[in-house]
Structures are given as C-alpha cells and as structure tokens.
C-alpha cells in the first residue's frame, strides 16, 4: 500500500479508535468521507484475533455497518457486552436498522437518546421516532418526534410534520401541521394524506398523495376506491404519472372499475398500456376508440403508431392514410410517419418519394428537413453520394438554422474530403461556421486541420486560437488549443464578498441538522427548495452549489453552476469549479499515485461516470464513482488479491481502488496510448482493437471522430476535456493547500 493511501486508512483506524470519536456521523456519511474499506483491511487481522478487545471489536463494527453489512457488523459485537453509552448504544441501534428489526432499533435509539445530551439527544430521539415507524408503534413514534423537536428547535417544523403523520388524534395532527415551514409543503400533504387514511376518508388521501406526486402510493388506494366521479378522476391523473408501477398498478384497476367513457380517456388508457409495454392491449383500445366513433386525427394517428409498434405495418399505413386526410398537425405528424414506416419496411422508393413529397408541402414544419435528411442519409447508406450530397445541399440552403443543416453541412465536408477535394471540404466548414450552428466548433477545428495541411500555419493557429477563447471549456476548444501548442487556460475568480452567503450558511445549518438525524426525505426536500428558491445573484448560487456539492448533492451543485453561466462568464474559475468539482481529492490522489496514475485523468473520468456520486447506479447495473460493473470489479479484486463484497461497490475508496486498477491495466494493454484506453473503458476492450484497424487509428484525434459508438465518442471526448480542465483548475495541493478534498 502506498504512503498517501496507507495515510488515509490509518487516519480513519485512528479516528474511529478515539474514545468519543463522533459516531454521531451517520454511517451513510462515513462512506462518502472516509476510507473505510481500507480501515476495514487494517482491521481484519486484529479482527481475527480471539483475544481482540471490545473497543476495537465495536469500531471494527462500525466499519462493517458502514460497508453495508451489518450482519457482520452484529455477529462482531456478539456475545460482548455493550456499555449504556449513547454511541455503542446508537450502533446497536442502526445495525437492527439497516438488518430491518426496527422496533428494536427504535428501543436501543430511545435508550441512546436518553443517555445522550443536547442537540445529540435530539438526533437520537429523532432516529428511534423513524425505526418505532417503520414498526407500526406509531404512539411511540409520535413520543419520540416531539422529545426531537423540544431539543431541535431549528428544525421543528420538519419534526412537527412527522409527528403529525404518525398522531392519532387527527384534530392534532392538524394543529401541528400549522407548524410546518413552507418548504416543507409537499411533505406535510402526505402527512394529511396518512391523517385522512387513518379516518377512512381514502378518496381525500388519495387527493394529497396526488397533490404530493407520491404516485405509488396514490396508485395503491386507487386500486382500493369505490366508483365515484371523484375517485374516476383521480385514477386517470395517476395515469399520467412518470412513475411506471403506480400507472401499472391504477390500469387494472381502470379496466375493472374506471373503464374509459370519452375518447380522452381512452387515448390516455391506450398510451398508459403502451408505456406498459402491453402495446397489443393499446391497440385493442384504441381500435374500440375509432369503432366507437372516435375518427379525429389524434385518434387515428396514435392507432397507427401502435399498429407499427406491433408489426402490424399493413394497418398503420391506412390508419396514417386516413388521419393524413383529416389535416391538422396530428394529420401532418400521420403524413411523416407513414413515410418513415414505408422506409423502415424497405419500401424505399415509396418511402423517399412522400418523405420528399412532405418537405414540399410543408416546408416550415419542423420535420420538413428531418425528411429530406432521412432520405439523403438513406442514399449515402446505399452508397449514392451523388444525389445524398445533393439532398444535403438542400437542407443547407432552405434551413440554414436548423440542427439537419448543420449535420448536413458537416456530412458534405466530409463527403468532399473522402473524393480529395478540400477546398470545397473548407467551403462548408466555413458555412457551417458562419451559420453558427450546432457543429461550429467541430467545424472550426477541421477548417484550422485543413489550412494546417495546405501549409498555411498561420492561418490554422489564428483560428485555433479562436476556437480556444470562444470554446474554452469545450472539448474542441480544449484540443485547439493542444493542436496551436498555447499555454494552459488560465481562469480567475472574482474575490467579494455576496451578502447572501450568510443566509445561506444558516440555511445550511438546518441542513446538517436534518442529515445528521437522519431525516433524509426531509434534506432532499430542503435542498429541492433552496435550489429553486435562490436568487438569481451569481454569487449566491456559487455559495449554494459549493455548500451543496460538499455535502454530496452534486447535481444539484453542477445545475446551480451553470445556471450562473447566465450572469457569469463561463471561464470564471469559480463558475468552472463549480461544474467541474474534485470531491474525495485525497482518497483520488492516493489512488492514482498507487495504480501509477495520473491523479488528473482519474478525476477526469469519474466526473464523467457518476458526477461523484457513490451510490449512483446506472440502467446497466454499473455501480458508484468509476461505474463498475460487479463482475468485473469481483474478477479485478480477485487478481489484486484483496477481500471484496458487491456491497463494496457503491463505498467511495473501494470502487475508486478497483476503478484505478482497471483504469490502469487497460492502459497497459494499449501500451499507454490514452484515447484507445477510455474507449475501452466505455466499450469494452473487443471492439477498440477491432477500431484500431481503421486508417485513422494513426491520428488521435481522428480516431476519437471515427469511434462509431455514440456513447463511446461522447465519453471519451467528456473525459479527455475534463482532464484538460481539472488541470487548469486544481493546482497541486502542494501549492494550494486550500483546496477541497
């Protein structure tokens, strides 16, 4: 183990050896800032002594729980005897939390509490109200919710809205919702919703939960109402919720009790099928809907989407016939969409024909050039450049402004390239330029290759000097100004001094409070609301987004960066540091420095992959910081010989250290070369090399251009202009101690 990484593990032994060392912090915490797992591999062989003592026996348990396994963190403390202290106590008491024995959990945090003092008790007091919930000893709860807030006062209000939810007496549940803070609105409607459960009104609960998006829990108690006009309604707004199981769940109770009576209602049934993915059942209602007389346009051309969905291409071509003839923009959508099913379906000729047909007769709808383009691109495919190029060409002089016409400027740079021709290649670079469209800055790059190449250097560095100050955190503008040889961007910080910054650090003192009782439903909620209630004085955003980003709500802190951007200039380093943060900077460095890595293209690349969230899980099942696949990182520890649980994956400095060694052997596999490595690692080693055996595998850059997987491209583009950035932003902390961890 290298010294900066040993560093950080003793310093965490140590920190958790102290006598009275602040298990305060939540264990969710103590994976975000600390480095457990390499704590957790100090300790194994003190562990595995049998004369072990208590203290270290229960910090080794505080580990565990903190790497989510708090069966073992039980099986540790088995059979040892545990003082009344409000901390072991408190241990104890997350343990049978997190292993769900919460009515236990809920006796060993009142036990805590009432060892406890101050604004600790109150902490504590607030824990074991949420484990004697979670049991159904709601009486308890609301003990227990009050004894917090005559302790909290800075966050009463939030405690009064728990206790609230959990009162009997509905007549004080009510009082002491008078009592919630306006930020808290959307908390306090499921408080009254749980109220109005409680005395049997579930048509009036059902309302709140709507009013709360709490979608899945109003979709429950639809499916338990009676058929009123009142509960119809309801039933048919949860179907228009973004949450996919409570919409599941309201359709069968619909189809039971709620069928559709209007067309409106069954249009929407019909689409909440086909989000369903029951796109055959979708069909079968919207082909009742037009059997029943529902012939508009909307109608017809929602039937014929289905119908393509399923297959059934024959009709959907006389369904988009007929709702082609009833005119109207539904009409006008139809008219495009048969023409893109007959190209889908091979009928290409036909399919060309009515999307070139369409471009004429509606030349400013917005799909006119989307139309054209599908059938140039379709050509160049069926490698008939000659008419594709000319198609293009098209869409370039009637839609100069549109996103078709500078993807269509770029194909015919291309095009003209691949025949030799590059003043013409210079030519629609320039347009595109011109144009200032949405590939200017691709266009600036090549157009500045292209004087290089013709040996006009002058000319090709003056433009990538442009291209770098116009595009300065920009990935083309990063790679000007690589390819002009100019020195590294240089960002400076405006030092005033915003008198918000004070309020804004009250705010963030019930914040912490929030987060240290573990009312994490009520921080996500505060955080929602600060990030939309905050001014739109650049300064205070910049404060909210760094107190945010230190306290793990990242994203939050990222949006609130560029929201600055409107008033801000982007190359302002406060501005930058804000979308580009470093968090865990010690654990990453350490990391690096072990894996023989640059620190700056680690950080690089997790800001790429999880925006430095831990416990971010992708639609892929990649895990945490550096998005690790289980399989892979279970074969990586295997091979470093370290001990490994999935359960690690989503623990900053496991899933960085596995991370690091992946990083690190796809660059040895691809003898150092970097642009090949990140494909890799986005990709998968497989089709890189198959990539490298393209002609321009030669040039970096266009290697990058020629990646054929989006995803690829975009990622390896994303982290190579991070790494440029971070560099600039985050000199080594050597030489600026200051900066954040």
């Given amino acids: 183990m290298k010294h900066g990484v040993r560093r950080i593990a003793v310093t965490v032994l140590l920190t958790f050896l102290q006598p009275g060392c602040g298990w305060a912090q939540e264990e969710r915490g103590l994976v975000e800032d600390f480095g457990v797992w390499h704590s957790l591999q100090e300790l194994r062989a003190a562990v595995r002594d049998h004369t072990v003592t208590r203290d270290v026996a229960v910090h080794a348990a505080r580990v565990e729980l903190a790497l989510g396994r708090p069966e073992r963190a039980r099986e540790l403390l088995a059979d040892r005897e545990v003082p009344e202290d409000a901390e072991d106590l408190a241990l104890l008491g997350a343990i049978e939390f997190r292993t769900e024995q919460y009515a236990r959990a ?39 919710y009050r004894a917090a807030a005559a302790d909290l006062p800075l966050v009463a209000g939030w405690l009064a809205v728990r ?26 409607a499921i408080a009254r919703a749980a109220v109005r459960l409680r005395a049997g009104d579930s048509v009036a609960a059902t309302a709140q939960y709507v009013a709360a998006q709490e979608w899945g829990r109003a979709a429950e108690l639809v499916a338990t109402l009676g058929d009123s006009g009142a509960a119809r309604g309801l039933a048919y707004r949860v179907l228009e919720a973004p949450n996919p199981r409570a919409r599941r769940v309201v359709l069968d ?11 409106e209602e069954r249009l929407l049934v019909a689409e909440a099928w086909r989000r369903a993915g029951s796109s055959r059942t979708a069909v079968e209602l919207m082909r009742q809907a037009v059997a029943h007389g529902d012939s508009s346009a909307v109608a017809l051309r929602r039937l014929a989407d289905l119908e393509a969905g399923v297959r059934r291409h024959d009709r959907a071509l006389r369904a988009y016939a007929q709702a082609a003839l009833r005119g109207g923009e539904d009409g006008t959508l139809a008219a495009y969409n048969r023409a893109r099913l007959l190209v889908r379906m091979r009928r290409r000729s036909e ?68 025949r030799g021709d590059t003043q013409q290649a210079m030519r629609w670079y320039q347009a595109e330029f011109s144009a200032r469209g949405t590939q200017r800055h691709a266009a600036q790059f090549f157009l500045a290759r292209l004087h290089a190449a013709a040996g006009d250097s002058a000319e090709a560095r003056l433009l990538w000097a442009k291209l770098a100050e116009s595009d300065v955190a920009g990935y083309y503008g990063v790679r000007a100004r690589e390819a002009a040889a100019l020195p590294p961007p240089r960002f400076t910080a405006a030092t005033r001094r915003d008198p918000a910054a004070d309020r804004i650090t009250r705010q963030f003192d019930r914040l912490d409070l929030l987060r240290r009782a573990q009312l994490y439903a009520e921080a996500d909620e505060f955080v929602r609301h600060l990030t939309t209630a905050t001014s739109d004085a650049p300064d205070a955003m910049l404060v909210l987004a760094n107190g945010l980003i230190a306290r793990g709500w990242v994203i939050e802190g990222v949006n609130l960066g560029w929201r600055a951007t409107g008033h801000l200039p982007l190359r302002d380093a406060r501005v930058l540091r804000a979308i580009y943060p470093w968090r865990f900077r010690e654990l990453i460095e350490a990391e690096a420095q072990k894996h023989g890595l640059d620190p700056y293209l680690l950080v690089a690349l997790i800001r790429q992959e999880s925006t430095f969230r831990p416990a971010v899980v992708s639609h892929a099942g990649a895990h945490g910081l550096m998005q690790l696949m289980p399989s892979t990182a279970t074969h990586l520890a295997r091979r470093l010989g370290v001990e490994w649980d999935d359960a690690f994956l989503t623990v900053a400095d496991a899933n960085v250290h596995i991370g690091a060694a992946h990083l690190a052997s796809l660059l040895q596999q691809f003898d150092g070369a970097l642009v090949p490595s990140l494909a890799a690692y986005n990709a998968g080693s497989r089709p890189v090399r198959r990539w490298l055996r393209y002609p321009e595998a030669a040039d970096p850059f266009l290697f990058v251009e020629r990646i054929p997987y989006d995803e690829t491209r ?27 961890r």
């Avoid at 030349?363 to 069926?382: G, N």
């Avoid at 990622?715 to 200051?738: G, I, K, M, Q, T």
């Fill in 106 to 144: 809920g006796d060993f945090f009142a036990r805590a509490a009432a060892a406890a003092v101050g604004a600790r008790r109150g902490e504590l007091a607030a824990r074991a109200a949420a484990a004697y919930e979670e049991a159904g000893r709601l009486r308890d709860a609301a003990v227990q």
């Fill in 253 to 263: 109770a619909v189809q039971q009790r709620f069928p559709p009576e209007t067309p």
């Fill in 163 to 188: 206790e609230a939810r959990v009162t009997v007496d509905s007549v004080r549940a009510f009082a002491l919702l008078r009592w919630a803070p306006p930020e808290a609105d959307r908390l306090a």
């Fill in 714 to 740: 975009g990622f390896v583009r994303s982290v190579l202009r991070n790494y440029v950035l971070y560099r600039a932003l985050y000199p080594p902390v050597e030489d600026h101690p200051a900066d954040q």
């Fill in 351 to 418: 399919g060309h024909r009515e999307l070139l047909a369409f471009a004429d007769r509606y030349p400013q709808h917005a799909r006119a050039p989307a139309a054209i383009f599908i059938v140039a691109d379709d050509l160049e495919d069926a490698r008939r450049r000659v008419p594709a190029d000319s198609l293009y060409g098209v869409i370039a002089e009637r839609w100069p402004a549109d996103e078709y016409a500078s993807r269509a400027r770029h194909q015919l740079a291309g095009s003209a390239l691949a």
